[in-house]
């Protein structure tokens, strides 16, 4: 009897497989890393292929570790990251790495478009403002930069889609990741064939869309060899990182919020109508007939794992000593500073900010030095400024009309207990913690589910699968220092803008 649901995600930081039964038990789990390259300022790339790796080799040691047998999967659902732009060549063959959601190198590309072609417009089609960190721009950057590898596409892919196809052999579009490009109708959830041909973006390009949900086609000969999942299994299109994790977090009506904290930050609040707002970010839910309207940040758990990166070595050293890993060292050394930190204030723009500010140019900053500030100083302030852009995306949607009372923490971020109390404590919004880090996969389990009739509706599969395991209510006593220092995080903004344009 086929019981289990196998879920891949490709985070921007890891990819994660994960195995769930219909009762959304976590049977097993395993990752694979793979890096980002920065080879220049503005740009941030994967190689697609490093996925694929990934992903066949956690999937294999996935099945060493359980007693499951690849056999027994009814079916696969894969989630992504986004804003890919996955140049694909006739042979099925990657062209280059993708530059992914951080990349703003199509940046003075945007500006020339915009003259062309009112924003106005592209607005009006796609309810997502024109700028470089979507997949439209990074296309026309391979027409004006790589002419020669832009003759060789035949195919752009996201990341999910990636996975989907070097699975199954089938190029797929899913509804939600079609926001990436600014010629998928968001009203309709079909391409726009003019705003295609304003924007110079062929139709050949693009593949078929399909509901999240819909079995896109099976695992193939090659692909069951290569990861060691049973030949002929059900794979469906899958979607979005944001969405599955917001699926997976329970978030199917209106109002329902999932807040994020993976390499990004942010949240995604469910909505029942078409409402765009220039500011943030609009896809589809991987629900049917729903919409998300997004907060998306560069600065997330990410900030964190550069932190690490670049001032962990002695944590790392110290952990079977201490039987500790360096983020939890790192929770610990933030948790003896006071809320506040003592007028450190940091501003999460590590890779220039996406919404609200949608300005590449953005830098960031540690605000507030001097002698008594330590390294638990600049972890907390880190923590806090992560909230505080949160926070800045909740406040503008509230002033385009959507409002949220309650938010579902996902992702890596979600495991420390002190970052999610703060975030509650910045936003003023209590905060629930389902399957943390696991609801990503959960969702693009369920996605299976529905898929391949093991659930009869999204209702049931939430109903069944999605539990949770704390919640955190902000704490009224630090409310004046905190919206002390938003002021002070916006202001610093502010003042700096100019200098940052330069
Ligand atoms: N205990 C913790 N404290 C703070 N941050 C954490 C903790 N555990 C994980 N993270 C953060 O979570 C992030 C990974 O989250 P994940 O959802 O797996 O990301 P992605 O989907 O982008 O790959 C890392 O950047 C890491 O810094
Ligand atoms: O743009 C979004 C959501 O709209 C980002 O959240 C990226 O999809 C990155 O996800 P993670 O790798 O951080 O989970």
Redesign the pocket.
């Known amino acids: 009897m086929k019981k289990y649901l196998l879920g891949i ?5 890891a990819c994660k497989v994960a195995i769930f039964d219909k009762a959304g038990t976590l049977i097993e789990s395993g990752a694979g890393d793979y890096p980002v390259y920065y080879p220049k300022e503005g740009w941030a790339e994967q190689n697609p292929d490093e996925w694929w790796v990934a992903v066949c080799q956690a999937t294999k040691e996935l099945f060493k570790k359980c007693d499951i047998r690849p056999e027994e999967i009814a079916g696969i659902g894969v989630d ?4 890919s732009a996955i140049p694909i060549s006739a042979a099925g063959e990657v062209l280059c790495n993708t530059p ?3 990349d703003t190198r199509a940046d003075k590309i945007c500006e020339e478009v915009k003259k062309k072609v009112p924003e106005e417009e592209i607005f009006a089609v796609c309810g997502n403002p024109f700028v470089p ?1 979507y997949t439209t721009p990074k296309i026309l950057w391979y027409k004006e930069a790589r002419p020669e590898l832009y003759a060789q596409i035949d195919k752009v892919l996201q ?1 999910n889609s990636f996975i989907v196809f070097k699975l199954t052999d089938q190029y797929s579009q899913d509804m939600s990741q079609g ?1 990436g490009l600014h010629c998928f109708d968001m009203r309709k959830g079909t391409w726009d064939a003019q705003m295609c041909e304003k924007l110079g973006i062929p139709l050949s390009f693009l593949p078929e869309i399909y509901p999240c949900h819909q079995v896109v086609g099976t695992v193939t000969e090659k692909a069951a060899k290569e990861t060691g999942l049973a030949l002929g299994t059900p794979v469906v299109a899958g979607g ?4 599955c ?1 917001t699926l997976g977090a329970g978030v199917i009506h209106e109002g329902e919020t999932q807040e ?7 949240m ?1 609040i469910c909505i029942d109508e078409y409402h765009a707002d220039e500011r943030l ?1 609009l ?1 589809y839910h991987v629900v049917p007939d729903k919409w ?1 309207l ?1 907060g ?1 940040t560069t600065g ?3 900030v964190m794992r550069w932190l690490h990166r670049e001032f962990g070595k002695y944590e790392d050293l110290r952990k079977d000593e201490l039987g500790k890993g360096a983020l939890v060292q790192f929770n610990d050394l933030a948790e003896v500073v006071p809320p506040g930190s003592e007028g450190l204030i940091f501003l999460p723009y590590m890779a220039g900010e ?1 919404s609200p500010l949608w300005d590449p140019r953005a830098k960031g900053i540690f605000y507030g030095l001097d002698f008594s500030k330590t390294k638990g100083h600049f972890i907390r302030a880190a923590m806090e400024g992560v909230a505080f852009s949160l926070r800045h995306n909740l406040e503008v949607a509230k002033e385009a009309g959507v409002s949220v009372k309650v938010m579902k923490a996902i ?1 890596g971020s979600a495991n420390s207990l002190l970052w999610t109390q703060i975030k509650a404590d910045i936003t003023g919004k209590p905060i629930v913690v389902p399957y943390s880090d696991a609801a ?1 996969t959960l969702g693009a389990c369920i996605l299976a589910g529905v898929g391949v009739g093991l659930y009869e509706s999204f209702e049931e599969a939430v109903a069944l699968t999605v539990r949770e395991t704390r919640s955190h209510e902000p704490n009224l006593d630090n409310k004046e220092i905190y919206d002390e220092n938003f002021a002070k995080y916006l202001a610093i903004y502010q003042n700096l803008k100019t200098v940052m344009d330069d």
């Open positions: 995600d490709i985070g921007t930081s992504g990251q986004s804003w992914i959601w951080m960190s990341s926001y979005l990182d944001a969405c994790g994020q904290g993976g390499q990004a930050g942010g995604s970010i896809s998300l997004q998306g997330g758990g990410g996406r992702g990503t």
